[in-house]
């Protein structure tokens, strides 16, 4: 019997557009565990889909809370809530391609 091989498998090989990132770290919010959640924001900032991401928004919702709104290049837009704990650094930094990151604001 062939012996199978097996290779690390890397989730960031999988996030291929713009829309993939915001889906892969809107699920990384959903069971936020801040153990892997800086794991989860590197695989985004590793990943092929975050040179598709135009813009990274922030601001503060009506009730007390904050959300980040992520736009493509392709124009979909798509509002995330963000836990209080969520540093926004780092998720400007992980949905920011390198060549566009400036300074948080809101």
């Known amino acids: 019997m062939a012996k199978a091989k097996f290779r690390p498998w890397d989730?960031?090989?999988v996030i291929e557009t713009g829309e993939d990132a915001a889906l892969f770290f809107k699920i990384s919010l959903e069971d936020?565990?801040?153990k892997v959640f800086g794991a989860l924001l590197d695989c985004i900032a590793r990943?092929?889909?975050?040179?598709?991401?135009?813009g990274v928004?922030?601001?503060d919702t009506e009730?007390?809370?904050?959300?980040?709104?992520i736009t493509t290049t392709g124009g979909v837009e798509e509002t995330i809530a963000i836990a209080p704990e969520v540093s926004?650094?780092?998720v400007r930094q992980a949905l920011t391609p390198r060549?566009?990151?400036?300074?948080?604001?809101?």
Do not use: C, M
Not at 47 to 54: C, H, Y
């Open 11 to 13: 989730p960031a090989e």
């Open 32 to 34: 936020y565990d801040p």
């Open 47 to 54: 990943s092929k889909g975050v040179a598709e991401i135009a």
């Open 57 to 59: 928004e922030f601001s």
């Open 63 to 69: 009730d007390g809370g904050r959300s980040v709104t």
């Open 88 to 90: 926004l650094e780092s």
């Open 99 to 106: 060549d566009r990151a400036a300074p948080v604001s809101g």
